[in-house]
């Protein structure tokens, strides 16, 4: 319970902030005036209707591909026998140690090579296939019974028809959960925006809450209502995948 309050704490002071008069300051006073004028002052002088658009797409793109690239990445190391499977999965799980703002240059220059800033692929193709996806499904899949996939077999299915008609179905909460992650990772992304792209059209949320912050530093009320719009999405999305990420995550990496 402690250790929920403190985390709880700071979104009571952006929540209740976001609904004061604009130009006060921080305060918890529950009796004090309300408003939606922030919300509505935000959005409009934000222009977070094009950031939203971009967000969404980007995000949704990246988790598609992250799903797609995981799932058959995932199988392979699970199910595929093949020398070096051992020593492959684990570069897979050592690239989770590397932090991505060291292999900014290098993406950088192949983005440029292939005519890509400045356009959506660099926002997406940077992040398709990622490290923890492919280990998160290869260890849902290890838990999945062989007995199931020789069934299949018998029936005439190849691998990918055993992916797909068998294998996904049963690891639903896994692909849940990676797309939360993935999803949410992409929205709460600032780096790749910054960096990757100069043109005003490409802006995402938090680039645009960034620059948002620097206009209006010293109101405060007007600002907690930006970062409000900003995470109700997020907060929407998890409510909504709670039951499955946490089975997904509970469940990932126990052998039966």
């Known amino acids: ?19 004061a008069p604009s130009g006060s300051l921080l305060s918890l006073d529950l009796n004090g005036p309300w408003s939606l004028e922030n919300y509505q002052q935000a959005w409009q002088q934000g222009n ?52 991505f703002q060291l292999l900014v240059l290098p993406i950088f220059l192949v983005l440029k090579w292939g005519h890509l800033l400045n356009t ?27 007995e199931l ?20 179905p049963l690891s639903r909460p896994a692909l849940v959960a990676l797309g939360l992650f993935a999803f949410i990772g992409e929205w709460n992304d600032l780096f790749k925006p910054l960096v990757f792209t100069t043109r005003p059209e490409l802006r995402t949320v938090q680039l645009a809450l960034a620059e948002f912050q620097e206009q209006f530093t010293n109101n405060w009320p007007l600002l907690m209502a930006a970062v409000a719009i900003a995470t109700v999405p997020v907060l929407i999305l998890f409510l909504l995948g709670q039951r499955q990420f946490v089975r997904g995550i509970a469940t990932t990496g126990v052998k039966q």
Do not use: C, H, K
Request: aromatic share 14%.
């Open 120 to 146: 959506y692929g660099a926002l997406i193709l940077p992040t398709a296939v990622n490290g923890f996806g492919i280990f998160l499904m290869r260890q849902y899949f290890v838990t999945v019974p062989v």
């Open 48 to 99: 977070f209707w094009r950031a939203f658009a971009n967000s969404t797409f980007v995000a949704l793109a990246v988790t598609a591909f992250q799903a797609v690239t995981s799932a058959l990445a995932g199988y392979a190391l699970a199910r595929l026998r093949f020398w070096g499977r051992r020593g492959l999965l684990t570069l897979v799980v050592a690239t989770l140690a590397i932090p």
């Open 1 to 19: 319970m402690v250790g929920a309050a403190i985390v709880l704490f700071p979104l009571l002071i952006v929540l209740r902030a976001s609904f």
């Open 149 to 168: 996939e020789e069934a299949a077999a018998l029936d005439g299915a190849n691998r990918l028809q055993i992916l797909w008609n068998v294998m996904l």
